[in-house]
């Protein structure tokens, strides 16, 4: 009888127990979730906080973390983030199996009593996980599968004069196969989540955009349902700075407009401007960080052009150490991590980012691209963007960007060399440049092959000949290098330790010797300099032949560092000589390229392999000519052995004929091309057996 009365109470206990728990713990209300999630795809749910107070992006007040547990003892912390809204967690589970999950609010665990439920199914799916570095081979990349990733696409920095959405892009990238897309956070498109275009729209400091948070969702999504890899630039030099491409002046942290940072290079520096960067890189990984097709975080596009930073570099290095050591302590998908700092091997290059990228704007991209050694590169290399310089006809802009596809796909880099000028793709209709050089990697699969260097095979053209062209390597930097001996077989010179900058008295010591040119010519040549940039103080060429001075061009001061794009030259004759190349004027010089002309073989070649396969692209020096040529090539890096020459129309995106060959017991093999038109491409790889 006692017993009876005492039940009541102590189900009243308990009531009373769980109502001043909800006062003491913060509660969570979670919305439905799906039964079961692909591997590497999105599990996503959303829920409240009861007590929640003040910045909901400002962890230091509303830290919401997300703890799973998975199959085999599989733990992850996912930050979670606010949706304007709701707190949103999301989630690519790696494993297949069961998973269960719980929230922490500001390091204390929220009472789940009645939650509508907090557990999820993986199932198998087809997906190839994240993208990694190749552990086995430095100039590749890899998924989770094991399969390997080779970027091939093009700058959609933002939304160009035809204002394609970004799902229209990618739509359209992916008919062409492409696979990489480099996307900048920049504030007059819409995609930086602190700054908008409208200073009435733009977030107080600490605070983000929702607006911009959907836009990001939305490109994400198109992103992976196109097969898109994106390079996501977090911030841009624009931002901090008033000389190169300035946009401080709009900028939400310049005091000027209400912020707390007096000059441009504080951001680097300021204990403030750092807080919240991370605090914007954690939403960002809390938002994103689930996409496997999140390819990596650029930190910053082209950070050296920041010009009020370069007297304290060191602050910048710093600064990219602290906020990728800060995104590797909270992203547990450990997605890439690099920057744009123009020249591999810079200071930027050996802090332990995971891979490198160049930009490159130069006269003559083939050679630029022809020069490029990865051999010694501690991490994977690619151009992260390149287009052509000056102002070319529709025309010739097409030809010099089909150049530069094909020569950039033979650098033995990670990557393809990745094109800037995405607008002209389009209102040109450029996708079939695209389009033929993805079905020549899927066609022979060269995408998957490893262990590869650059390959110089000797081209016979039986005596017609041609100018090779060439360019320096760095840039505002000290020349190493001052002799250079120019080949005759066609093969590029080494230019490495050559700066495009000849420098003047002002900085003799960047260029402390004239630069000495090694040229045997079977007939009468020219070697020509064409100067492309002058600095305001002006400069003075002078270009000597065999120890005499025979030509000079002065470049007056102007009010401004200015192009100029002119040639200067000197007569060779025939037999072997040396040409001097010196600038006694006060200040620098750009030497954009060099030329000699009459000089080798008048097809010439790029090409990449191993010892069992190799893949290269033949062309006219005379780029715009489309006379037809036909070259006998000889390689040696092939093992004995039979092989077959698969033969590509570059312009068709056609196979164009099969050349049965053989690797002498030397390793020589040899075949001659058909004529062709401007160029040609093709593999050559061992003949597939029959089956028996």
């Keep these: 009888m006692r017993r009876k009365k005492l039940l009541p109470c102590f189900y009243a206990l308990l009531v009373f127990i769980a109502v001043i728990a909800n006062f003491i713990l913060p509660t969570a209300a979670v919305s439905e979730q799906a039964a079961a999630v692909p591997q590497y795809g999105k599990f996503e749910t959303s829920f409240s906080i009861s007590g929640q107070a003040g910045n909901p992006f400002d962890p230091a007040v509303n830290d919401v973390l997300v703890s799973f547990r998975g199959p085999r003892g599989l733990t992850a912390v996912i930050p979670a983030f606010w949706d304007g809204n709701y707190w949103r967690v999301r989630y690519a589970p790696s494993m297949v199996g069961n998973y269960t999950f719980f929230v922490k609010f500001n390091g204390k665990a929220v009472n789940t009593a009645d939650l509508s439920g907090n557990s999820f199914h993986c199932v198998k799916s087809d997906s190839d996980g994240f993208v990694r570095c190749d552990p086995n081979n430095i100039q590749s990349f890899q998924f989770d599968s ?4 080779y970027p091939i696409g093009m700058d959609v920095a933002w939304r160009g004069e035809h204002d394609l959405s970004y799902p229209d892009v990618f739509a359209k990238m992916s008919a062409a196969h492409m696979n990489w897309a480099r996307i ?35 490109i994400m999504d198109s992103a992976a349902q196109n097969g898109i890899y994106v390079q996501m630039t977090v911030q841009h030099h624009g931002e901090y700075t008033r000389l190169t491409d300035p946009n401080w002046q709009d900028n939400p942290f310049n005091v000027a407009n209400g912020g707390f940072l007096k000059e441009p290079a504080d951001f680097f520096t300021d204990p403030e401007a750092i807080r919240l960067t991370k605090n914007k890189l954690r939403y960002i990984v809390a938002r994103w960080g689930y996409s496997s097709h999140l390819l990596s975080f650029e930190l910053f596009n082209e950070v050296q052009n920041i010009g009020e930073a ?4 060191q602050d910048v290095v710093n600064w990219h150490k602290t906020m990728a050591a800060y995104i590797r302590s909270i992203d547990p998908y450990h997605h890439l991590i690099t920057t744009s700092n123009s020249d591999p091997g810079l200071s930027l290059a050996n802090i332990g980012l995971d891979y490198d990228q160049q930009h490159s704007y130069p006269p003559d991209l083939i050679s630029v691209f022809g020069n490029v050694k990865t051999d010694d590169l501690k991490v994977p290399f690619f151009f992260g963007e390149w287009g052509y310089s000056g102002t070319p ?81 760095g840039g505002w930097e000290p020349t190493t290098r001052f002799d250079i001996d120019v080949p005759v ?10 700066a495009s900058f000849i420098q003047g008295r002002y900085h003799r010591e960047m260029t402390a010797h004239p630069l000495v040119f090694h040229v045997t010519c079977a007939k009468p040549s020219r070697f020509i300099l064409t100067v492309t940039t002058v600095a305001s103080a002006g400069a003075s060429l002078t270009l000597g032949l065999d120890g005499n001075d025979v030509s000079q061009q002065d470049f007056p001061a102007a009010a401004k ?67 037809p040529h036909s070259a006998t090539l000889r390689f040696s890096n092939l093992h004995p052995g039979k092989y077959v020459v698969h033969l590509w129309d570059t312009k068709d995106g056609q196979p164009k004929g099969d050349i049965d060959t053989k690797s002498t017991e030397s390793g020589g093999l040899e075949f001659t091309l058909p004529p062709f038109t401007q160029d040609i491409a093709g593999v050559i790889v061992a003949p597939v057996r029959s089956a028996p």
Excluded: C
């Excluded at 094991?146 to 990733?149: E, F, I, S």
């Design 146 to 149: 094991g399969k390997l990733y």
């Design 310 to 313: 370069q007297s304290h570099f």
């Design 393 to 473: 006809t529709d025309a010739q802009g097409r030809i010099l960007m089909h150049d530069g596809l094909w020569s950039g796909a033979m650098i033995p880099a990670a990557g393809a060399s990745q094109f800037w000028y995405w607008d002209y793709v389009e209102s040109r209709n450029w996708w079939p440049e695209f389009s033929s050089l993805t079905s020549y990697v899927d066609a022979y699969n060269v995408s998957q092959w490893t262990g590869l260097a650059r390959v110089s095979p000797t081209v016979d053209t039986h005596g017609e000949t041609a100018g090779l062209t060439f360019a320096p390597t």
């Design 489 to 498: 077989d066609g093969a590029m010179p080494d230019m490495h330790g050559v």
């Design 561 to 627: 560092d200015h192009d100029v794009n002119t040639d200067v030259g000197v007569d060779i004759p025939a037999g072997s000589h040396t040409v001097t190349v010196v600038n006694n004027g006060l200040d620098w010089l750009v030497a954009g390229k060099f030329t000699v002309t009459n000089l080798v073989p008048i097809v010439a070649l790029l090409a990449k392999g191993n010892s069992r396969k190799t893949a290269f692209w033949a062309y006219d020096r005379n780029v715009f000519e489309e006379r």
């Design 184 to 218: 900048w956070m920049n504030y007059w498109d819409g995609k930086d989540l602190e700054w908008t275009l409208s200073k009435q729209q733009t977030p107080k400091i600490g605070y983000y955009s929702m607006d911009v948070a959907r836009h990001w969702d939305d």
